[in-house]
């Protein structure tokens, strides 16, 4: 069982950065894929990006080159940098892991989920 736990949301105005961090129990952390998604209200949550155990990465081409994805196994923790933000952007951030080999963009394919930390970008 692994447990994640999201922090660094909040308020920011368009083109201000934020760091989310999720921190995960357990004691293989490094071999999972890692993967955050978002929602925004009234719409269906959307892959944002994805490391895996190797140190890859995936981003969704709205994110790409804005946001970068890492992990540092030795603090069991992921974290998603976010800069030049955009009203878009604003929803609720989810972390993800996966016990299983290969990134995914699906949601379904992770096995465990934070409860979510809310990002608001103002225009």
């Known amino acids: 069982q692994v447990q994640l736990v999201e922090s660094g949301g909040g308020l920011v105005q368009a083109g201000g950065s934020l760091r989310l961090s999720c921190a995960a129990s357990?004691?293989?952390?490094?071999?999972?894929?890692m993967g955050w998604f978002r929602q925004a209200p009234g719409k269906e949550g959307e892959f944002v990006a994805a490391?895996?155990?190797?140190?890859?990465?995936t981003y969704y081409e709205s994110v790409k080159g804005r946001f970068t994805i890492s992990r540092d196994n030795a603090k069991n923790t992921v974290y998603l940098q976010m800069n030049s933000l955009k009203p878009e952007d604003t929803a609720v951030y989810y972390c993800?892991?996966?016990?299983?080999?290969?990134?995914?963009?699906?949601?379904?394919?992770?096995?465990?989920w934070g409860q979510g930390t809310q990002v608001t970008v103002s225009s």
């Open positions: 490391i895996s155990s190797s140190g890859r990465t």
């Open positions: 993800a892991a996966k016990n299983t080999y290969g990134a995914s963009l699906y949601s379904k394919d992770y096995d465990y």
């Open positions: 357990g004691r293989t952390f490094s071999s999972y894929v």
